[in-house]
């Protein structure tokens, strides 16, 4: 029902900033909840941050808020991940995703199972 593929990924230094797009298809964009999550060589894929339709309330993982942020344009079908102060530990492949249509996530926002429709992710390294 939605095709979402990610952009914007890179080799960056520890401390930069760096903005990730995931574009989407579809008419029914502003009713999915969003996420990011990202993967790192050897671990499990990770939640990052999401957010919900509607009035767009937001999530974060611990390990990024203050320094990542998530937005929706719902009239250009995108999701954004700004990500400031880079750490090495931000290295990973990163992926979006739709949750289904209009489904109503409190707690389960974080939650890997929530989400039917994936991009196919784009690689974020930060030196140290």
């Known amino acids: 029902q939605v095709q979402l593929v990610e952009s914007g990924g890179g080799l960056v230094q520890a401390g930069d900033s760096l903005r990730l797009s995931c574009a989407a298809s579809?008419?029914?964009?502003?009713?999915?909840?969003l996420g990011w999550f990202r993967q790192a060589p050897g671990k499990e894929r990770e939640f990052v941050g999401a957010i919900r339709w509607g009035a767009g309330s937001t999530s974060y993982a611990d390990s990024v808020k203050g320094r990542f942020t998530v937005s929706r344009d719902n009239a250009k079908n995108t999701l954004y991940l700004q990500m400031n102060s880079l750490e090495a530990e931000d290295t990973a492949v990163y992926y979006c995703?739709?949750?289904?249509?209009?489904?109503?996530?409190?707690?389960?926002?974080?939650?890997?199972?929530?989400?039917?429709?994936w991009g196919q992710g784009t690689q974020v390294t930060v030196s140290s």
């Open positions: 995703a739709a949750s289904e249509v209009g489904k109503y996530l409190l707690s389960s926002i974080d939650k890997s199972t929530s989400y039917p429709y």
């Open positions: 579809g008419r029914t964009f502003s009713r999915h909840n």
